[in-house]
């Protein structure tokens, strides 16, 4: 039987039906059209999912849409304004921490949490605050100098 | 990957969410984070038509201190434990087991008590559980009881808890003066692993004469579950602290209490001489803490 | 040294702000109206004859639209490479693998397809299965392919020079074997197609795809439709790394399901049928012996290898080549032999995958390398520069050094590493290794034999002249062609970087084979580059014209046109273009006539200036067979060093850094060219540490997923110091040539070598497990111990 949520997803309130075996992240890109929260496993192990759920970075794969009744929720739509791009957007630009870029909507929520977290993180806690995306093409190095150039 | 249709049930009590267990019996599963439950799930591993979410009753994602004890609510966050200062400060090592369970992502939702439901015999957080001599603490329609983690596990994926059992969370005591504890992991890479072998351990020593007070020793995923070093714990209890004694503990730990099997992530006999090499370093580690 | 205005620089790429924010769509994020959603049955055995398929009661289920078995799907054999079509697109008479495709379902929802998939009743009649090479090769064993007895599916023999000369007046001779396991390319993208089929009859495809073009010709000729009523356009593409580098069976099935249907058709690979369906890296066991002379001069090299194929061929034909071709290189070598053999049995196929057929090899020798040093008392490195290859060499199987930095490479990586402090320095559990390797920068001839142009591409601008429009067929995955081709089109125009806007990717636009080889920059770079000057030169026609100036004394840089000596008077040229700009406020003031001015005035005069560009290589190698495999245009080469720290009583290893630097002719995109060193590096470095695909004994494979199939995670890679040597490649675009998968070949022996410098021990099987480094540590103690 559907549940009548209510979410406030990128400040925008949002109130949906959702069947209780729905994912958070199938109810965001099929249903609500944000695509731009990807899934490459949909068994909680790549972090291409990721999205802020009240606060913390999760794997919306393994959320129940239900579960996040009530929820505050950032997904990468949320990030840049009209001014343009997040300064954690701009660094991945700028130094080429982006290839294929599958990983990289989630790569900059957990970056972005991180940060929002620990204004200046060393290189430990920065490889920490991202091991739970994976990223197949960068090796990582200009995802590093990305955020460590946006620290504080 | 879609989930199995399934009902939602979302109780604000114990009470409720005890009432709803009784009614649905085996056809219901509890969900906490559900990191593992709904993988399974969508792998067809398990099947179930009620899910029962804990995640909005009061108190259960709670810790709670008071002058002897900690109290871990079931629901807590790997996050949750690992941001808490007593835990920070009193038990380094359950802060080190949920530090390196799956990785930021999953911290932040997998739960103490889904890892512990989880019986997973390489569970994270079960080894420093054990040496800290964690109570789990039970709740049932006919009230409430409490059993020792060591005596909680049954096997792989198999606990002590009937059908109608909520675990409610972990009462730990808070460890006395001039001791440690430490944890180790060892699997092949160093983030969202799955553990080979696991272990932690626990001593008190004279802060004088360095004689062993007390000691436990946890091993994981060298059993069944995860399991005690009995044999190895009574070699220690009175010797004098140092690496003599934990290396002849080592020895005694790795042919005596474990028996490791073979799977696709190790051999019987890696693990069994990690269990020596883990042993020997933890203990080494605690000691150090127990004399800082 | 010629001067570039954008090419060489680390401009941002072009395609990464859409990414970054989330706006870049990617196969799955496409909804059509009317969509169906479809779905496979797999063999859930390893080898069986199919008896009968019931799919009566699949069709029954309300929302299902489309039920198809090989009966619809027609029996026509498809591949990689023609000589070996050996795949239909569902199973006709028996299944060979776990995952081999029997039929498929559209229906409104993805869960009634799965749900018609699970209600389809195949009998089967089971067969008995064989899962590695020496089963499969023994008498008696069960048989895969009729055509192809002994279940051997290549073999190859090639030699060159005189090996057992070579090996006879050598002083040193070491023989070595080398196991490696099956890899998973592990993008983090599963592969993923919507299929379309239109009122006037004509089928696109939009899949997740390296190779549009190849992609066209399978689904045209298993369909039987002309090519022109076929087309295939990629998305972005969450990488690929060589393993959707070939029409796979979901693509073909979702075409005939749309055709069926009428309606746009989704379909998706979970992750566990991407493990499914392999078709990575093959599983390689070598046995190499190498012959030195006392001063370190090598002498001869005989190679054997035996490759785990699976149940399909896939590339292995490429791969069995590759992998006895591009070994003897980058050193001189005269005499070299190989004896290769691919071998079919019950599992997934294998196929390509970065560094194609090379990298195990690569492991094996460079190993050898560091053994003969050892023995005769010779720093690495010196042996390897000793035997260095140099510019306008060719290697014993003809494949010639145009350009060769590998020499600067190797000095580079002594540099930057501190090589010479460290190497016999190091304390005890720490260890430093270096490794070599060179590769393709794009295959010398397509997959089939053909005269076809490798590349197309069109260049136009538009009327206004202020954009040029770049139309290629490529296929950006990731990997920064997209940017690269339009840094090339801006150079070769004159252009700012940001007047260039390019579509590729879609085979409307023209051939182009696609991205694997490491074959773009350099060819598409070429067809690209032709195309803009093409383009560059009838904009300096039309001015010639109008202002009465040689051509050749008139060039354009920056979006401005260049006079050799006086700026002839262009002020009429000026007027009219300002008369036709009547309304915009940004009319041009400056001193020198601008390019959008100039082209305004081409398009006046001759409508739209389109160029157009095409490149093919020069014919390439040798005539001996399978010369073809191996040949490139030119080759990309590289040197690495690795520090290490073993863990003595685990055997856990812990990479400290890793120093890297590749010639890549000249960069076009540094920033590009530094991030397909670091992800070849970590690649490299996920395939010597703990990648493995790992089966039960049913065929299945038990880590199906990303947490158990072990790539590298943000904690495990060290940091890299990459150093870019620029050489000038004559058969180049703007002289660059390859850096994707050459920086991958000397990681994993680099990685070795400095284990066996920590620890003492030489490990012949990947992957270096805590526990497979701690048995090797166990061993070396116990022959220590017998040996005192």
């Known amino acids: 039987m559907k549940k009548l949520i209510q979410m406030t997803i990128n400040d925008q309130i949002y109130e949906v039906a959702v069947e209780p075996n729905k994912t958070l992240a199938d109810l965001i890109r099929y249903d609500l059209g944000l695509t731009g929260t990807k899934k490459g496993c949909d068994t909680g192990d790549c972090g291409a999912c990721t999205v802020i759920l009240n606060g913390d970075p999760v794997n919306s794969c393994l959320v129940l849409a239900v579960q996040a009744d009530n929820a505050v929720i950032e997904t990468i739509e949320g990030l840049s304004t009209d001014d343009g791009l997040h300064p954690l957007q701009q660094a991945f630009v700028e130094k080429g921490a982006i290839q294929c870029g599958f990983c990289t909507p989630g790569m900059i929520l957990s970056a972005k949490n991180l940060l929002d977290k620990n204004p200046a993180p060393t290189e430990e806690e920065i490889r920490e605050g991202i091991s739970g995306n994976l990223c197949r093409c960068t090796g990582y190095q200009k995802i590093f100098e990305a955020i460590e150039s946006t620290r504080s | 990957m879609l989930l199995p249709t399934f009902e939602f049930h979302e109780p604000e009590s114990i009470e409720k969410a005890l009432v709803l267990k009784k009614q649905f019996n085996s056809g219901a599963r509890f969900l906490a984070g559900g990191t593992d439950l709904l993988v399974y799930l969508k792998k067809k591993i398990v099947s179930t038509d009620h899910v029962i979410s804990l995640q909005r009753i009061d108190g259960l994602s709670e810790i709670r201190e008071n002058e002897t004890d900690l109290t871990i609510g079931a629901c807590t966050t790997m996050a949750a434990i690992s941001r808490h200062p007593a835990v920070q400060k009193k038990f380094c090592a359950l802060k080190s087991g949920a530090d390196n369970m799956g990785t930021h992502l999953i911290r932040n939702r997998a739960t103490i008590g889904g890892n512990v439901c989880n019986a997973s015999p390489a569970g994270d957080t079960l080894p420093a559980l054990l040496v800290y001599d964690a109570v789990a603490l039970i709740e049932n329609p006919d009230g409430k009881r409490e059993i020792p983690l060591k005596d909680f596990f049954k096997g792989p994926g198999r606990t002590d808890l009937k059908n109608d059992d909520i675990l409610t969370g972990f009462r730990l005591s808070f460890p006395p003066d001039h001791s440690g504890a430490h944890y180790i992991q060892l699997g092949k890479r160093k983030s969202a692993e799955i553990n080979v072998v696991n272990a932690a351990s626990f001593l008190t020593c004279d802060p004088g004469t360095r004689k062993i007070r007390s000691v436990r020793i946890a091993l994981g995923s060298v059993a069944p579950t995860p399991v005690r070093a009995p044999k190895a714990e009574a070699a220690l209890m009175g010797n004098t602290a140092g690496d003599e004694a934990f290396n002849a503990a080592a020895e005694i730990a790795r042919f005596e209490d474990c028996s490791p099997i073979d799977d696709f992530r190790g051999s019987a006999a890696y693990r069994r001489a990690m269990v020596g090499v883990l042993t020997k370093r933890t203990l080494a580690a605690a000691f150090d803490q127990a004399r800082a | 040294m010629k001067s570039y205005d954008v090419i060489s620089t680390r401009a941002n790429r072009i395609d990464t702000p859409d990414k970054a924010t989330g706006k870049a769509v990617f196969v799955d994020d496409i909804t059509l109206p009317g969509m169906l959603y479809g779905a496979l049955l797999q063999s859930p055995h390893t080898h069986a004859k199919i008896l009968s398929i019931d799919t009566s009661e699949a069709e029954k289920l309300p929302g299902v639209k489309a039920v198809i078995t090989a009966k619809e799907a027609g029996q026509v054999k498809y591949g990689v490479s023609p000589a070996r079509y050996d795949e239909t697109v569902f199973a006709v008479d028996k299944v060979r693998y776990v995952g081999d495709e029997i039929a498929a379902v559209a229906a409104t929802r993805l869960d009634i397809a799965l749900e018609a998939v699970s209600r389809i009743k195949v009998e089967y009649d089971l067969l008995p299965a064989v899962f590695t090479v020496e089963d499969a090769v023994k008498d008696g064993a069960p048989q895969l392919h009729d055509e192809f007895k002994g279940n051997l599916c290549a073999e190859v023999h090639q030699e060159f020079g005189n090996v057992a000369e070579g090996l006879e007046n050598s002083d040193i001779v070491i023989t070595t074997e080398m196991k490696s396991k099956r890899q998973d390319g592990a993008f983090i993208e599963m592969q993923g197609c919507i299929a379309e089929y239109d009122n006037r009859g004509v089928l696109t495809l939009t899949s997740s795809t390296q190779v549009p073009h190849y992609v066209q010709r399978t689904v045209a000729m298993v369909l039987g439709m002309d090519v022109g009523k076929v087309r295939v356009k990629k998305p972005y593409v969450g990488a690929g790394f060589g393993i959707k580098a070939a029409a796979n069976p ?30 990575a890296r ?23 290898c035996w490759l785990d194929g699976g149940a399909y061929t896939s590339f292995g034909i490429a791969t069995v080549y590759y992998t006895g071709s591009l070994l003897g290189g980058p050193y001189k070598l005269a005499n070299m032999s190989y004896d290769g053999y691919r071998v079919y049995n019950n599992k997934p196929a294998c196929g390509a995958q970065r560094g194609h057929g090379a990298v195990i090899a690569r492991a094996c020798f460079e190993q050898q390398l560091d053994m003969i040093a050892e023995k ?19 290697t014993c199987n003809d494949l010639n050094m145009s350009s060769f930095g590998m020499a600067e490479c190797i000095e580079a990586v002594r540099n930057g590493s501190g090589w010479d402090k460290k190497k016999g320095h190091m304390p005890p ?20 034999r053909s005269d076809t142009y490798h590349g197309t591409v069109i260049v136009k601008l538009t009327e206004d002249g202020g954009t040029a429009l770049v139309y290629t067929a490529s296929a950006e995955i990731g990997q920064g062609s997209d940017t690269a081709f339009a840094m090339i089109a801006a150079e070769a125009l004159g252009i700012p970087l940001e007047n260039v806007r390019l579509a590729s990717g879609d085979t409307d636009m023209g051939v182009d084979l696609g991205a694997y080889s490491s074959r773009q920059t350099l060819m598409t770079g070429h067809a690209t580059k032709e195309a803009a000057e093409n383009v560059k030169r009838q904009v300096l026609e039309v001015m010639s014209e109008q202002l009465n100036v040689p051509v050749d004394k008139m060039d354009i840089r920056n979006g401005f046109i260049e006079f050799d000596g006086d700026t002839p008077d262009f002020s009429a040229l000026r007027t009219r273009y300002i008369k036709e700009h009547r309304g915009w406020t940004d009319n041009p003031d400056s001193e020198k006539l601008t390019f959008k001015e100039a082209s305004r005035i081409a398009f006046l005069e001759r409508g739209s200036i389109v160029g157009t560009g095409k490149y093919k290589p020069h014919s390439l190698g040798g005539k001996f067979k399978g010369a073809a495999v191996g040949t490139s245009p030119a080759y990309g080469c590289s040197a690495q060093v690795a520090e290490v720290t073993v863990d003595m009583e685990t055997g856990q290893i812990t990479i400290d850094k890793i120093t890297d630097a590749h010639d890549c002719g000249k960069a076009i995109n540094m920033t590009s060219v530094e991030g397909q060193m670091e992800g070849s590096i970590s690649m490299g470095i996920g395939e010597a540490m703990h990648e493995e695909v790992i089966f039960d004994n049913q065929g299945r494979v038990l880590n199906d997923d990303l947490a158990e199939y072990k790539i590298v995670t943000s904690m495990d890679m060290p940091r890299v110091k990459t150093i870019v040597v620029e050489s000038d490649e004559p058969n180049g675009p703007f002289g660059a040539k390859e850096v994707g998968e050459g920086a991958i070949m000397p990681t994993i022996p680099a990685i070795l070598n400095a284990v066996y410098d920590a620890a003492g021990v030489r490990v012949y099987e990947l992957p270096l497990t805590p526990e497979r480094v701690f048995h090797a540590i166990q061993e070396y103690r116990e022959r220590n111990k017998a040996s005192a």
């Open chain 3, 376 to 394: 005769i008392g010779m720093d690495p490195l010196e042996l390897r520069i000793k035997n260095m290859m140099e510019t306008g060499d060719t």
């Open chain 3, 250 to 279: 979901m693509e073909l099935a979702c075409c005939i399901l749309a055709k069926k249907t009428r309606k746009p058709v989704k379909m998706n690979f979970t992750r566990e049928q991407v493990f499914m369906y392999g078709r």
């Open chain 3, 282 to 304: 093959h599983k390689f066991h070598h046995t190499i012996t190498t012959g030195a002379k006392k001063d370190g001069t090598l002498m001869a090299l005989k190679h054997e």
């Open chain 3, 429 to 448: 559990g720490k260890g430093i290794g270096v490794a070599c390797g060179f590769f393709v920068s794009g295959a010398g001839y397509p997959i089939y």
